[in-house]
């Protein structure tokens, strides 16, 4: 089993609507919390970062972290055509020396 | 100005041959990664060097060899290509190999091996 599972998509939405991607972990010990954006033929772009549980906001985007659950959600409002892109989300603790990825969830927001 | 930087971007090549990825970072970073990225978009981390020190070498089979030759600089070297090196490689950095906040990708180098 993996430690970090992610929906797998492809997930396809009109231009405005608000999307949730999610991923669960297995490792009780990740503390750090990451989420990339991959657009086609690109390398990974970090969108935002959090620490422990909790809500971190960025403009129309919004990362959840429960360590309760062991889950994290990525939250896209107004979403774009220019929102198109595989979401990556990681996962690190500290002194790992490295982050953990899901498989990543492709999007793509139809105009 | 690009922050991490690979050569070459595509690479085709025959099995059986030899070849070499370069990488390069102007952020000032300590570390520098290289992940293999499937097809099936799963990053996988093969190495890490943090100021020319190796720090993690996954299960990668021996006939990839890192080098670092400064801080700046990572390089990957592939021996004996197999149809199942087929990827993308991505180097990547972090300040003192803390990934606590993150990476910075280069654009990455699509190997096919035929």
């Known amino acids: 089993q993996k430690e970090v599972e992610q929906d797998p998509g492809p997930l396809s939405v009109p231009e405005g609507a608000i999307v949730s991607l999610n991923c669960t972990y297995s490792?009780?010990?990740?503390?750090?919390f990451m989420w990339y954006r991959q657009y086609s033929r690109k390398g990974p772009e970090l969108l935002m970062y959090?620490?422990?549980?909790g809500n971190k906001e960025d403009g129309r985007f919004t990362a959840q972290v429960d360590k309760s659950s062991k889950y994290i959600s990525l939250f896209i409002r107004d979403s774009q055509p220019s929102d198109s892109a595989t979401y990556l989300c990681?996962?690190?603790?500290?002194?790992?020396?490295?982050?953990?990825f899901g498989d990543g969830t492709t999007l793509t927001v139809k105009p | 100005d690009t922050a991490v930087s690979q050569t070459p971007k595509y690479l085709v090549t025959q099995m059986g041959n030899d070849k070499s990825i370069k990488c390069e970072q102007n952020?000032?970073?300590?570390?520098m990664y290289w992940y293999k990225q499937d097809s099936k978009k799963f990053l996988k981390i093969m190495f890490s060097?943090?100021?020319?020190?190796?720090?993690i070498n996954e299960t990668v089979p021996n006939r990839f060899s890192p080098k670092s030759p400064d801080k700046a600089h990572l390089n990957l070297h592939i021996n004996s290509l197999e149809l199942g090196d087929s990827a993308v490689y991505f180097c990547?950095?972090?300040?003192?190999?803390?990934?606590?906040?993150?990476?910075?990708f280069g654009s990455g180098t699509r190997l096919t091996v035929v």
């Open positions: 990547a950095s972090s300040p003192s190999g803390d990934t606590n906040y993150g990476y910075t």
């Open positions: 490792n009780s010990a990740f503390q750090y």
């Open positions: 959090t620490y422990s549980s």
């Open positions: 990681a996962m690190t603790h500290t002194n790992a020396g490295k982050s953990t």
């Open positions: 952020l000032g970073h300590d570390t």
């Open positions: 060097y943090n100021n020319k020190e190796l720090i």
